[in-house]
Each structure stands twice: as structure tokens, then as C-alpha cells.
């Protein structure tokens, strides 16, 4: 029986909102872990406290009703760990989140008193405004932050942020290839563009940006799965025979996905289409594998009447 | 000898330290060797960034490995577009870093090793590591002459003489290797708590920042970029997927 779902909106550094479902379990385990850390003695606090924020930190809980309350014993935390950072940080933005300006300058002036000027601290004042959806004053910080610290990455991708968040992808575009010039190694910035290209139906620059994922992360299987998706998208003979090939490859890494054997059997569909597949003995079989597989996999499925039916078809 | 004394009845030469030696001898030396090790103290030489171009010389050198390496992941259209990306003779990315490599004369790259604040920072980096160590070490030399601190529970080859039992030249191959001098006990407890001690997390708020340039030299670098070109040039595409579906027909 499914369980009744809450959700979360998500704040990540990926510059996108994204909803994660929490269920209730999880949800009063969270409330549960909140009150142990209030109630629990002061020399044993911090610790809890910290791994608590650590806990919403790692999951990208955007939880000021949980944090705040907890933030009065990180005024008297001496021990200045990673942890104790990350939670002045955390701590910054669940202050942002409810316009509690107070403590988000207390966080900021803490920061900068033990590291100087740095590009987190105008990352951190550059989120302020963006919480604030006051995206000209962020993007003002933001350039100041790179002016004085040009080699930080994270200070790029908030600009790409704002641009998406403004819905310009097509500048996004180009401040994030711009961007990449540099750091041509970043396995995220690629995944950003991929969906960025997509999203203006640009499938041969998403494929470029797909196969430099493969390239950098060749035992990720899924890139191979969306390359072939993308060449599916793009429609024409050849791509779908490539898109066939990509998704066969798939199938041998990971023999457990539906979402593969789904795109093979529309793959080879679409071939069907074409007069020169008919001399292609491999498509028949691959849609009946593609076909065979997929109810197995939903064999046991409430779906499986869906299947059927998509099969048959 | 109030530090040692025979015990005739297991073996010959068998010495059982005594127990004042653990508070006297080597609790002193371990409480010196953490002192030592907790004077080096990093010097606080201004955090010198990578910059830009460095950076993206360092990235298109990785770049470069890994299409390499996987090219036979990629299509042939793939392939043929990042080799022209590459070393292709106007713009090719390893082109150009060669060329620019090539414009700065030998000269000019050894006089940026030879820069002041450079060689500055170097030589009170190994004044503030090493000096404090070879001063309590002629003093613990001096203090502990000849003592023998502990047994090792386990064999020890015969190789590692001379490390065990710095200061006991003069008994020659008689005592058993397993025996440990305090000198070396000394040296032995330095590179063991600078591990322990020196190794511990470092709030650094720039741990965000993953791709800092590795130390590689400059002269590496170039012969790698060289490397890379004729690598590339010499390249013979084969796409790993072009009988996928046969081998899986195979497989079924």
C-alpha cells in the first residue's frame, strides 16, 4: 500500500529546485532527531547538533524551522572542525530563508573574521539575494566575487543559476561553455549543459556534451543511455541505428532498467518506419528482446496490463 | 646496569627492559618527539592560487587523456570532431599550448623557480621542519646514549639494523635485531605522530575548489603535451560498439 507522500522543495548548488519526495517515516525521524538535540544535555549537544546539520546538509533539507532553534549552541562552540563551518553556513541560509537578517549577519561576520575575503563568503551573500529574489544584486556580487577570486568554479555555476532561475538558456549556454573552457573537466557543468541543450531542443550540442561525460566517466551507464536518447530525439536513420547500439550496450551493463529496454523498443519501432530496415534481421529480435524483457521486469507489476498493451502495439 | 638485566634460563643475550625505563627513557622521548612534530607548524606564506591559464592547461591536458583513453566509447563522428578539437594545426587546443610553451624561452621558466619569495618560503619551510628535529635528536643522542628502550613483539629482518639500533654500533651483529635504541625509537616516533598529528583535517573553506593544479613541473607538462599530440596523430580509431548487437545475439 503506497505511503502517503510529503514533499521537500530542495535547494541544491545544481542551480535547480528540484521536489524530493520524504515520507512520513522519514519525516518523523527527522522531527525526532530535531528534539533529541534540544533536549539532550549541553555537552553531548554539540555534537548531535552538528551531525544533525550535517545530515541536512548532505540530503539538501531546506529545514529553517529545524535549524534555527538549534543555532545558539554554535555561539559557544570552540572547536572550529569542517563540520562547525559547514554548519555557520547551513545555518546562514536557513536565516536567508526567513528574512532573519540578524543572524545571517552574524553568520557572514563570523565567516569573514576567521578567513578574510574568499569566494564563499560571496557565494554565501550572493544566495542571500537570490533567496531574495533579487537576482541584479546577486549577480552584482557575483562579478566582484570573480573579479578578486577568478578560479572559482561555484561562483560561475550561481550565474548560470541566476539565468536559469531568469529562464535566459540561452545565455546560460554560453556563460557555462565559457566557463568550461577552463574547467573542462567538470563532470557536472557537462550534465548542466546537456539538460540546458535539451531543453532548447539542441540534441547535436547535447550529444557533444553527453559524449564528454562518457569520455570522463566511461563506467557511468546512464550517459550512455541518454546519448541514446538524444540520438533517438534527433530522428534520422543513422542516429537511431547508433541510438540502437548505445542502448544494446546498456542493456549488457545494466540488465535491470525498464527505461532501456522502453527506449529499444521505440527505437526499433521507429526504424520499422524506414524501408531500409527491413533488410536489418538485428531489429526484429531486438524489439522482441526489448518486448520480453520488459514484461519480465513487470511481471509481478500492477503494470503489467500496460505493458502488454504497449507491446502489442 | 639498573636497565637491564640477564635472563640466562630462555636465551643467551636475552635483555628484558625494565619497567622505570617506559617512564624515564621512552615516555621522554615519545613527549619530545610530539613536541617536535607539533613545531611544524605550517609557515604562513600567502596561499599562491593556480591561475587561469594554468588551470586550463592542466584540464586540457586531462581532457586530452581521457577522450584518448575512451575514444572507442564514442562514435566515429564524435571521435573524429574532438581529434580535430585537439591537434588540429590552427586551433587545436594541444597545438596551441605548444606553441605558447615554446614562445617562453628556457630562461624565463627557470628564473621562475629561482624567484626570491620562492626560494624565501622554501628554506624557512625546511628550517622550521627539520631544524627542531635535528636538535633534539643530537640531544637525545647525547642523553640516551646506548639505551635500549623496548623489544619488538615480532622478527625483524637484519636490514633493519642500522634503523632500529642507531647509536649501538659498538655491539655489533650480537643483539637481536628486534632490540630498539632510543635514538631510533626517536626517529621511528617523528615519522609516525607526523601521520598522526600533521594529517588532521585543516579547516580550509576552500576545499570547494576540486580541481587545484597538481605540482607537476613545467617541463613534465610540456613533454606530455608533446606526447599527447603524437598520440592523437597516431591514433587508430575502432569503435567498441560496431557489433554490439551480434554480441549479444551471441550472449542469448
Redesign the interface.
Known amino acids: 500500500m503506497p505511503s502517503t507522500w510529503a514533499e521537500e522543495t530542495i535547494f541544491t548548488n545544481k542551480a535547480q529546485k528540484i521536489h524530493v519526495c520524504l515520507n512520513c517515516a522519514d519525516q518523523m525521524e527527522l522531527i525526532a532527531w530535531f528534539r533529541e538535540c534540544s533536549s539532550i544535555s549541553a555537552r553531548k549537544q554539540i555534537d548531535k547538533i552538528v551531525e544533525f546539520f550535517s545530515y541536512l546538509r548532505t540530503h539538501s533539507l531546506r529545514r529553517p524551522d529545524l535549524i534555527l532553534p538549534l543555532i545558539h549552541v554554535l555561539r559557544d562552540i570552540k572547536d572550529e572542525t569542517v563540520e562547525y563551518w559547514e554548519a555557520i553556513e547551513l545555518a546562514a541560509f536557513a536565516a536567508a530563508d526567513v528574512s532573519n537578517y540578524a543572524i545571517f549577519d552574524w553568520c557572514c561576520n563570523k565567516v569573514k573574521q576567521r578567513f578574510g575575503d574568499n569566494w564563499r563568503l560571496h557565494r554565501l551573500l550572493g544566495l542571500f539575494h537570490e533567496i531574495r529574489l533579487d537576482y541584479k544584486a546577486a549577480a552584482a556580487v557575483y562579478e566582484a566575487g570573480l573579479a578578486k577570486f577568478p578560479n572559482s568554479p561555484e561562483l560561475y555555476k550561481r550565474q548560470v543559476a541566476i539565468l536559469k532561475s531568469l529562464n535566459a538558456y540561452e545565455q546560460a549556454a554560453t556563460v557555462l561553455c565559457n566557463y568550461l573552457e577552463t574547467f573542462m573537466c567538470d563532470e557536472e557543468s557537462w550534465s548542466e549543459l546537456v539538460y540546458i541543450y535539451m531543453y532548447l531542443r539542441k540534441y547535436e550540442e547535447a550529444a557533444f556534451a553527453v559524449s564528454e561525460l562518457i569520455v570522463l566517466a566511461p563506467s557511468n551507464w546512464f550517459y550512455f543511455l541518454l546519448l541514446a536518447e538524444i540520438y533517438y530525439a534527433m530522428g534520422n536513420y543513422q542516429c537511431l541505428l547508433t541510438a540502437r547500439k548505445y542502448c544494446c550496450y546498456v542493456c549488457k551493463l545494466q540488465q535491470n532498467c525498464p527505461r532501456v529496454y522502453y527506449d529499444l523498443l521505440l527505437i526499433c519501432r521507429s526504424l520499422e518506419k524506414y524501408p531500409r530496415s527491413s533488410k536489418d534481421v538485428n531489429n526484429e529480435r531486438l524489439l522482441q528482446y526489448a518486448a520480453k524483457h520488459l514484461k519480465q521486469l513487470y511481471k509481478y507489476s500492477y503494470y503489467l496490463y500496460a505493458i502488454e498493451d504497449l507491446v502489442r502495439k | 646496569m639498573w636497565w637491564c638485566y640477564g635472563t640466562l634460563q630462555e636465551e643467551p643475550w636475552r635483555i628484558v627492559p625494565s619497567s622505570e625505563l617506559l617512564i624515564w627513557v621512552v615516555l621522554s622521548i615519545t613527549i619530545m618527539a610530539l613536541v617536535t612534530v607539533s613545531l611544524q607548524i605550517p609557515i604562513k606564506t600567502p596561499s599562491t592560487?593556480?591561475?587561469?591559464a594554468s588551470?586550463?592547461k592542466d584540464?586540457?591536458l586531462?581532457?586530452s587523456i581521457?577522450?584518448r583513453n575512451?575514444?572507442s566509447?564514442?562514435?566515429k563522428d564524435?571521435f573524429l570532431?574532438?581529434k580535430h578539437l585537439f591537434v588540429d594545426e590552427s586551433q587545436g587546443l594541444l597545438v596551441q599550448q605548444d606553441k605558447e610553451d615554446s614562445d617562453v624561452t628556457p630562461m624565463k621558466s627557470l628564473s621562475s623557480l629561482v624567484k626570491p619569495h620562492f626560494i624565501r618560503s622554501k628554506v624557512l619551510e625546511n628550517i622550521a621542519n627539520i631544524g627542531p628535529q635535528m636538535v633534539v635528536g643530537a640531544w637525545i643522542r647525547s642523553m640516551f646514549h646506548g639505551y635500549i628502550v623496548c623489544r619488538l613483539p615480532f622478527w625483524v629482518p637484519e636490514t633493519f639494523r642500522s634503523m632500529l639500533q642507531s647509536g649501538m654500533e659498538m655491539i655489533g651483529q650480537h643483539l637481536d635485531t628486534r632490540y630498539v635504541s632510543g635514538l631510533s625509537w626517536y626517529i621511528v616516533s617523528i615519522f609516525g605522530l607526523q601521520g598522526l598529528v600533521l594529517d588532521k583535517?585543516e579547516?580550509?573553506?576552500?576545499?570547494?575548489?576540486e580541481?587545484q593544479v597538481g605540482s607537476s613541473s613545467e617541463i613534465q607538462t610540456k613533454m606530455l603535451l608533446k606526447q599527447e599530440i603524437q598520440w592523437w596523430k597516431t591514433i587508430e580509431y575502432h569503435w567498441k560498439?560496431?557489433n554490439?548487437?551480434?554480441?549479444?545475439?551471441q550472449?542469448?
Do not use: F, H, Y
Open positions: 592560487r593556480p591561475s587561469l588551470i586550463r584540464a586540457i586531462r581532457r581521457a577522450t575512451n575514444a566509447l564514442l562514435p564524435q570532431c574532438r583535517k579547516v580550509n573553506m576552500d576545499r570547494g575548489s580541481w560498439l560496431e554490439i548487437e551480434q554480441q549479444q545475439q550472449q542469448q
